[in-house]
């Protein structure tokens, strides 16, 4: 068997899967965040694409993937399926361990897989620039990177204290000809209240998202860009799964175990989702998501509406949630530090289709350095936590088993984060029920 | 015809290609340092394993890859090649463009291709240690890796400048396993030496070089890896031309104009030294070096023996050099700051068998950011020279004909150099002739 098994281009899938018609329970419906009524589409168009809001809705299984942006999926698509057999001897594992390997794209993460059909989308419908947030900055890049595909601006607000800590993030995100500005910035009326009232802010993802919002709202060439967490993003990621499916048929193998890491979802629901029809159909195929035990959502978050951000100016969804208001711990994966999930992982994992373990950050980083002395490659802080599930799994899994997980990214910008861990200077995080119980008062009840 | 043409990891080359027995005039002997007589096998025994003397001397045509070394490989190779017509198209080319692209590596560059065959190499003969120097990183982070894959130590001499303006590199490398020390180091002789004369030197590749040496021909159980300039390590880089001829073969297509950028010469031999025989037997195909302007020793140097080092403890090898002692301006592409060259490619310069070209940094920036643009990659940058070159190249062309270059490394931990691009702040260096003829005065008369 090769070690890195290619698809060639000519069979890359050219439909997304969507899960929702599939799902046992229907999605609930978001709601207003002023009426608490169920959301119509005409509130969504002042930020997003019709094309974008028609996906967050659709109960259509397949959607064509347009072949403007298959093209752009061919600069990095297929990626590779690896065995990585080096750390199965590594750990005495009697099962195979594969992973899909999606840090190979452009901007070093599965990001793009959405931040591509976001930029055409809006190219299509006459949009001039497409505003995000980002925190630690991979999905900044992802849009930037995009953006520059379709000849489209790029306005990122990314959060200051990630600004400032994270130089490398921001130039390569100006490399690809994106604006940047440190969050709060005198560039929104948010930001410039913030500014007033506090001028050495260090910013949140929560106000970054706010400006972000308020910019496009407010600029009729413009629209925003979510990087995770909505219906139309995890359709997006599920050319992941598709790809593994048609990778592990080539060399006569199916997964048993599917891991991923989970922040707001997108990766693990890329990988895990086009394979619901084979598990509902009686299969035995185990979907493993994994998070870590200071932000522990699925694992300990309650299943009800909730708002996306801490502002409260997001529609409400239906999600495992740690509250709106609840901060996490300053852990370096910081992709994973959100306190709810994608409400279409929060159904599965309500219908039980989903295994959600958490560990703690050195657990994982610990796992991340086996992977790199043994497979070669640096992951990234959030991936580590993949890789730290799949080892788990595989220490038990049967011989003839087959593990695979989702490496989301590397881990080239974050290895301050590894010099923490080799000098023992990281912390990890155990929470208090009381901080998840008084952040979880500021609900609405609906 | 796909975009990244990948070739079967069954159809991975077994063995490397010599180019020595086929170049028209062979090759002169190294000599001495002591006494300038030509120089035995013995003498390199104290810090090269015999297996990697015995090729660095070989006249076989042919030199079988371990099957061990094929294994390590397997965890990239083939490497792809990839289509780059965005950027063809940004350009305005007739002709297609190609790169060969080696920055998907576990340490990011082409370096592993011969770091991980030295390791094993070492190992076999019982050694237990590998020392090396680094200046920017790349090199000591591909030895880092093949230590880690053959559990052998490994020491890396960092130049201070770097270790300190550099952390990341040495975390990456610290991350594999390896030690590492900013050299000058109490370590060595030679660097408590210096340190003792000056506590604030910064060190220099030179000084580096000296402590790698004398630690492995101080330590009964250390041997010396070096990255680029000997043969043996151009051989091992052939792995990449080869497979190149594979993969146009597989296409239909074969290479009008081989490019590749020149520091010690191994990425650009690894890509043009296999397409030799074609050449001398009358196929039009164009091997074209592409150097900096402010180190320009192919293009500016003079054809002559000259030691390897600025301390004059190599060998004397017959090369093109700006003088052992020529110390060149502080450009960002680390890895193309040496005052000679491969002694291999240097024949062939000499026989005319290639044309050097010279170009400015911020000329090869521009280059750099008009492909991250378009083929959304970021490169190194030492590889942004083999871009610019490609696309000079590409402007001329004719349709129909084809330009292959070499993608040798990713600039991920260069964004520093990409800001200072951007912000205006990058310096160009036209060297002065009276500054070459300076320091070739210093070079021995033979």
Redesign the interface.
């Known amino acids: 068997m ?3 098994i ?1 698809l ?3 069979e890359m899938p050219t439909k997304w899967y969507n899960p929702m018609p599939d799902l046992p329970t229907p999605m609930a419906p978001p709601l207003d965040p002023e009426t608490l009524e169920p959301l119509g589409p005409e509130k969504l168009s002042v930020i997003f694409s019709n094309a974008i809001i028609a996906q967050e809705m659709s109960q259509d299984r397949w959607i064509d993937i347009p072949e403007e942006v298959l093209d752009v999926y ?3 698509r297929p990626s590779p399926l690896v065995r990585a057999e ?1 750390l199965e001897r590594a750990i005495g594992a009697k099962c195979k361990i594969f992973y899909k390997d999606e840090s ?5 993460s599965h990001k793009p897989n959405t931040s591509v059909p976001q930029a055409y989308y809006n190219k299509m419908e006459g949009v001039k620039r497409i505003t995000t947030e980002t925190g630690a900055g991979q999905w900044g890049t992802a849009l930037g ?1 995009a953006c ?2 379709f000849g489209l601006d790029c306005t990122v607000y990314m959060v200051k204290v990630s600004f400032e800590q994270k ?2 993030r921001k ?2 995100i ?4 994106a604006t940047i500005y440190p969050s709060p910035s005198p560039a929104t009326r948010t930001g410039a209240a913030m500014l007033e009232k506090d001028p050495d802010c260090k910013g949140s993802l929560g106000l970054a998202i706010s400006e972000a919002v308020e910019d496009a709202a407010t600029h009729d060439d413009a629209k925003y860009g979510l990087g995770s967490v909505l219906n139309h993003v995890l359709i997006h990621q599920t050319i992941t799964g598709l790809e593994v499916k048609k990778q592990m048929a080539m060399i006569g193998e199916k997964p048993d175990y599917l891991v991923g890491c989970v922040g707001g979802g997108s990766n693990f629901a890329g990988l895990v989702t086009p394979y619901i029809p084979e598990k509902l159909a009686g299969e035995k195929i185990q979907f493993i998501a994994i998070e870590p035990k200071a932000c522990p959502t699925l694992t300990r978050g309650e299943y009800r509406y909730d708002y996306g951000d801490m502002a409260r100016l997001t529609p409400l969804i239906k999600m495992h949630t740690l509250g709106h208001s609840f901060m996490p711990a300053p852990i370096h994966a910081g992709g994973l530090r959100y306190h709810g999930d994608a409400p279409i992982v929060c159904n599965m994992v309500a219908e039980g289709m989903v295994d959600a373990k958490a560990y703690f950050q050195t657990e994982c980083f610990e796992a991340a ?1 086996l992977f ?2 043994t ?4 992951p990234a802080p959030e991936t580590s936590h993949a890789i730290k599930g799949a080892i788990e799994v595989a220490k038990t899994a049967k011989a003839g088993e087959n593990v695979v997980f989702l490496y989301s990214g ?1 881990g ?2 974050d ?2 984060s ?2 923490k861990y ?1 000098t023992g200077e990281m912390t990890n995080f155990e929470l208090p029920q009381a901080d998840i119980d008084n952040a979880l008062k500021e609900c609405p009840v609906i």
């Open positions: 090769d070690k890195r290619f060639p281009q000519s061919r600069i990095w080096r190979v794209s452009p901007a070093g990177f520059a595909q130089p490398y130039i390569l100006n490399s690809y000809g350095q790199l002395r497979e070669g490659y640096l590397h080239m910008l290895l301050a590894y010099d080799m």
